[in-house]
C-alpha cells in the first residue's frame, strides 16, 4: 500500500524559506514521477513542480527560481525547498506519485497522479 507523508510546512514571512518534506512508502516502481501540488482556499488545486526518476524537474513558471524540488531515493524522501515566499504561496501542500516518466508533458497535472499524500498548510504574512 502507497503512502505519502508530507511535512515542514509552517507560518512564515514574506521573503522566508520552508523545506518540505515528503515520506514515500510502499512506493516501489523504477520509473516514476512525483510532484508537489497546492491549493489555496476558493482555489483549484495546481502543481508546482515535478521531478521523474531520473531526476528531471519541471516546475510552475509562478516558482521557477525559488522553489526546488529534490529527492533522495535511499530513504524515499521527496522535497521542496521554497525560498523568497510570497503571500500567494499561502497554500495547502500536497505530495503525490505515480509510475509514469513524462515529467515534462504530465508531470504538473493533477490527473496524472494516482497516490496522493494528505497535505501540509503552508501560510505567507506580509
Known amino acids: 500500500q502507497v503512502q505519502l507523508v508530507e511535512s515542514g510546512g509552517g507560518s512564515v514571512q514574506a521573503g522566508g524559506s520552508l523545506r518540505l518534506s515528503c515520506a514515500a512508502s510502499g512506493f516501489t516502481y523504477s520509473r516514476y514521477c512525483m510532484g508537489w501540488f497546492r491549493q489555496a482556499p476558493g482555489k483549484e488545486r495546481e502543481g508546482v513542480a515535478a521531478?521523474?526518476?531520473?531526476?528531471?524537474?519541471n516546475y510552475a513558471d509562478s516558482v521557477k527560481g525559488r522553489f526546488t524540488i529534490s529527492q533522495e531515493n535511499a530513504k524515499n524522501i521527496l522535497y521542496l525547498q521554497m525560498n523568497s515566499l510570497k503571500p500567494e504561496d499561502t497554500a495547502m501542500y500536497y505530495c503525490?506519485?505515480?509510475?509514469?516518466?513524462?515529467?515534462?508533458?504530465?508531470?504538473?497535472?493533477?490527473?496524472?497522479?494516482?497516490?496522493w499524500g494528505q497535505g501540509t498548510q503552508v501560510t505567507v504574512s506580509s
Open positions: 503525490a506519485a505515480d509510475p509514469f516518466s513524462s515529467v515534462l508533458l504530465s508531470g504538473l497535472r493533477l490527473s496524472s497522479y494516482n497516490y
Open positions: 521531478i521523474d526518476s531520473s531526476g528531471r524537474t
